[in-house]
């Protein structure tokens, strides 16, 4: 299947997406925070990217927006998976280049929708 990264600084949070993508049969790729982003994305190369907004240092939004205007990522799918679920988070997300917004708490199918629909 596809080659999914995952950024979230809960640990609990990255073990439940996790085992979630893995039960679809998606490899997954897990990193705590946003710290030199790009260098692991670069060097991962995954179909997708599941990130989390609120994170300490450069938060969810800013690190997709510095994704999307990166020549060598901007093709790579971003789902925002984030306790922000007010509409106006959902367009913030869009404005900054996401494809998709997960609210949490979500249900394995709602993430898994979000990654189908993302790679579509």
């Not at 073990?15 to 991962?44: C, G, R, W």
């Amino acid at each position: 299947m596809s080659k999914i990264v995952v950024v979230d600084d809960s640990y609990a949070e990255l073990q439940m997406i996790e085992s979630y993508l893995k039960a679809a049969n998606h490899t997954v790729v897990s990193f705590p925070n946003t710290d030199k982003l790009e260098d692991k994305i670069a060097a991962e190369k995954p179909d997708l990217i599941v990130m989390d907004v609120v994170m300490p240092g450069r938060n969810g939004f800013q690190a997709c927006r510095d994704l999307k205007n990166d020549d060598r990522f901007k093709g790579i799918p971003i789902v925002l998976c984030t306790s922000k679920g007010q509409e106006s988070d959902k367009f913030w997300g869009q404005q900054q280049g996401a494809n998709g917004h997960v609210v949490k708490p979500f249900k394995s199918e709602d993430l898994l929708a979000a990654v189908k629909r993302a790679l579509g």
